[in-house]
């Protein structure tokens, strides 16, 4: 092994990792609110850097940025017949399983035959609801003596996947069945149907009880909305929604996909892979309670996966984590650094409502999939624009330690103008594109003085995209450094008369090897990038156009962040 390849592992400050070995999927997150306390959990196989034996550690935190591991073994352990194979991804409820009370209650996938996967035949029951309670405030757990309380999937259905429960109110269903009640829904597919989720009733006062109501989302195998993302075979982690601004009101279903295509999406590809939507819908009654697909996109554009949130019950906020996988490296690299994985950045999930929009850069409005139009109350040759909103939590710029740096109206020639070095920060811009359509704009990171190694995050205005270039990363043969490229359609908004092109707003966290990237509230990317040259620590911003200058960076601030983890 070339002495140089463990420069590539960097531990992240400001993102969680397991103290060792696998991390995958982030597990019933909330905040009680009888003691104040933060609590999530994740998937963890602490005896290898692979998947397997999976059981859930544990992180409880005051403000739900900065986290300690109160155990350093895991708090549940497949050691009962019904849960043997795993503990497998769940939600968390605040009350006791008849609502009391100061009681907090997590539910989980149960897993007791191995293997699960679309691809194969579904072992009847591999999976079922398991429970465990806490009676002082999450400092100590038991499973439930009542467990299974599902033995598996729905009687008569012939599915290809049965996992990852969530439990939450729902008041449109409650409309819907003229009744107030709790709605559990459990993810999964039916075979040669497609995707689906399983929708149960709960009682609030015997969250133990759930009657299944049927499927309240089915849809076609690998339906394909957009040519960059189709549904898949067999979704994992769903969860619902409902989504409001003074605009109007909507619900949501947000998901992982197995079983889909790669984008641009071809017939003859024949590789698969898992990524994460979201969808917006019409609920209704007809043959029992359901929901239609009206319009939906990509949730995150990178290595983003297995989506768990829930409502900040005193803000109302709607905060996701995800799991940050790391494929792009060997078990051999994972190894040798000791773990693999980490969690997300938390992140904020909203209804966003942009009016007096009369186009885009390119693309026309009425054909882009994340876009639902109405008609703006203003101007009656504009639209408003409806999509889901995501954005880094808002609390998270507490993590910023004192003394920013900031640039103002940067214009780059031919030549990235150099910012800062280091390995560990936040960037936040602002950037006035011109009407040229062959412009990039963007920044090169962890590069070396002469940029042979190097990463670009860009915007290019000719496909509306932005792209992440790490081809030029490291020299090992043996890590990925495929280049990603999300769609971001920018919209000219008619004000005061004017049509204008709107900013270019990004915001970048590099913390290590993850990089994960918002922009304009609507677009999200996450990925991996490794260096095996210690000197590439460089952030530079730069732009490439038939004309320059063709773009300026109006605002440039970075900062740096403390660490999450509290011994």
């Known amino acids: 092994m070339p002495p140089s390849r463990a420069l590539c592992h960097l531990s992240p400050t400001f993102h969680f990792r397991a103290p060792r070995g696998w991390l ?3 597990c019933a997150p909330g905040h009680d609110v009888s003691t104040g306390t933060y609590h999530l959990f994740y998937q963890w196989n602490p005896k290898s850097c692979d998947w397997g034996d999976i059981t859930w550690g544990r992180l409880i935190s005051s403000d739900g940025l900065r986290w300690k591991q109160p155990d350093p073994e895991p708090v549940f352990k497949p050691d009962q017949p019904y849960d043997k194979e795993g503990i ?54 038991k499973k439930g003596k009542n ?46 149907q497609g995707g689906a989720v399983f929708l149960y009733e709960v009682s609030p006062t015997n969250i133990l009880e759930w009657k ?12 394909s909305p957009s040519t960059q993302w189709d549904f898949g075979i067999n979704w994992e982690c769903a969860a619902f929604m409902t989504l409001s601004n003074k605009s109007m009101e909507r619900d949501f279903f947000i998901l992982g996909c197995e079983g889909a295509k790669p984008a641009p999406l071809s017939e003859n590809d024949d590789s698969f892979v898992g990524y994460c939507l979201w969808m917006s819908g019409t609920l209704g009654k007809s043959d029992g309670l359901n929901m239609s697909y ?32 790391e494929e792009d490296v060997t078990l051999a690299h994972c190894e040798e650094k000791g773990w693999r994985g980490m969690l997300s950045l938390p992140r904020e999930i909203f209804l966003l409502s942009i009016s007096d929009v009369v186009s885009t850069l ?76 062959s412009t990039k704009v963007g920044f090169q990171i962890q590069h070396n003085a002469s940029r042979s190694q ?8 000719a496909s509306e995209e932005i792209v992440v270039d790490r081809s030029t990363s ?62 590439c620590t460089g952030v530079s911003c730069f732009q490439i156009g038939d004309v320059l200058p063709a773009s300026v960076f109006d605002s440039i601030e970075m900062w740096q962040l403390s660490n999450i983890l509290i011994e």
């Open 454 to 461: 190097h990463t670009s995050i860009y915007f290019d205005m």
């Open 24 to 26: 995958n999927d982030p």
């Open 147 to 192: 467990n299974p309380i599902l033995l598996g999937e729905p009687e008569g259905v012939v599915v290809t996947g049965f996992r990852d429960p969530y439990l939450a109110p729902w008041s449109n269903v409650d409309k819907l069945q003229k009744s107030e009640s709790l709605y559990g829904v459990i993810s999964g597919g039916i075979r040669n």
């Open 88 to 141: 497998f991804t769940g939600c968390l409820y605040p009350t006791g399983s008849n609502g009391e009370p100061g009681k907090l209650t997590v539910f989980y996938t149960s897993a007791c035959y191995l293997p699960i996967n679309w691809t194969l035949n579904y072992h009847r029951n591999s999976a079922g609801l398991g429970y465990a309670s806490s009676r002082d405030g999450g400092q100590t757990w």
């Open 294 to 325: 009206d319009f939906g996109g990509l949730l995150d554009h990178g290595c983003f996966y297995a989506p768990s949130h829930y409502q900040h019950p005193v803000t109302g906020v709607r905060i996701l984590w995800g799991w940050i996988k």
């Open 212 to 223: 299944y109501l049927g499927p309240i989302l089915q849809l076609p195998e690998r339906l």
């Open 362 to 437: 390119a693309t026309p409005l009425e054909t882009i999939e994340a876009f639902h139009l109405t008609a703006s109350d203003r101007d009656k040759d504009t639209s408003t624009v409806h999509t889901l909103g995501i954005r880094p939590w808002r609390d998270f710029h507490q993590l910023r330690l004192e003394g920013s740096q900031r640039w103002s109206s940067v214009r780059c020639g031919f030549e990235p103008h150099v910012l800062f070095q280091g390995m560990h920060w936040e960037l936040w811009c602002g950037i006035t594109l011109s009407a040229s359509r």
């Open 474 to 535: 490291n020299s090992d043969p043996e890590v990925g450094k495929e280049i990603l490229k999300g769609h971001l359609p920018l919209l000219n908004i008619r004000s005061d008369g004017r049509d204008e092109l709107e900013k270019l707003s990004m915001r970048i966290f590099c913390d290590g090897n993850v990089v994960e990237v918002f922009a304009n509230e609507r677009f999200a990317m996450s990925f991996m990038v490794y260096s095996d040259d210690p000197s």
